[in-house]
């Protein structure tokens, strides 16, 4: 029996790269949903939000009436946002043109496309410390993110060059690369274990 068995996790699948991340959790034999309505919130023990295109996602989530129980679910049970994923959780976002309203719900500042546009996206080999143990694993930054900055209370565990790229606040997870792109679960188990 999966370790697992017990467990439920949702996926944001209004855009983006939610395949993936299911491809992933049915790897570890996770039992996933994928959530589009707010009662497909129900019953989760933890939510993935990929990435994709923030500009669209909040405008959807608008559209589906998900905006107000995606924060409260953030508020209380554990949340794994990753590039578009990782701007919804933010507090605020610098050089906001296009105007997205993130959820509030991680205390860290963002630059949408601060790794630049598609044409510089890049993978990187990094390090990151999960539960005090280093862990190498491949980062693909796809027009990433950039943590601009770092609440007290949120703790920075991989940087590239200097800079934040996974953090961790409480029950919530964010990185600026996408994690989902190999078959490498180990960032997926660290949010299963260690954060969930
Ligand atoms: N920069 C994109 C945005 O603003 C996110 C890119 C991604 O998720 N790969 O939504």
């Known amino acids: 029996m999966s370790k697992y068995a017990n467990?439920?996790?949702?996926?944001?699948?209004?855009?983006g790269d939610y395949a993936r991340h299911q491809h992933l959790l049915d790897m570890l034999e996770v039992d996933s949903v994928l959530v589009r309505l707010e009662r497909d919130l129900a019953r989760l023990d933890a939510l993935i939000i990929p990435g994709g295109?923030?500009?669209?996602?909040?405008?959807?989530?608008?559209?589906?009436?998900?905006?107000?129980?995606?924060?409260?679910f953030g508020r209380s049970k554990p949340v794994f946002g990753t590039c578009a994923g990782m701007i919804m959780l933010a507090s605020e976002i610098e050089n906001n043109i296009s105007n997205v309203t993130p959820l509030g719900l991680m205390d860290i500042g963002v630059d949408r496309n601060g790794y630049g546009r598609q044409v510089h996206s890049f993978e990187a080999?990094?390090?990151?410390?999960?539960?005090?143990?280093?862990?190498?694993?491949?980062?693909?930054?796809?027009?990433?993110?950039?943590?601009?900055?770092?609440?007290?209370?949120?703790?920075?565990?991989?940087?590239?060059?200097?800079?934040p790229i996974l953090v961790q606040q409480n029950n919530l997870l964010a990185a600026s690369f996408h994690t989902e792109l190999d078959d490498d679960t180990r960032l997926l188990t660290?949010?299963?274990?260690?954060?969930s």
């Open 7 to 15: 467990k439920r996790v949702g996926i944001l699948a209004l855009q």
């Open 125 to 163: 080999s990094i390090d990151s410390n999960l539960a005090g143990e280093r862990y190498e694993m491949t980062a693909t930054f796809i027009r990433a993110p950039r943590i601009t900055r770092v609440g007290p209370g949120v703790t920075v565990l991989a940087k590239y060059e200097n800079d």
């Open 190 to 195: 660290y949010f299963l274990d260690e954060v």
């Open 53 to 72: 295109e923030s500009t669209t996602m909040d405008i959807v989530m608008d559209r589906f009436n998900l905006r107000k129980p995606l924060i409260t």
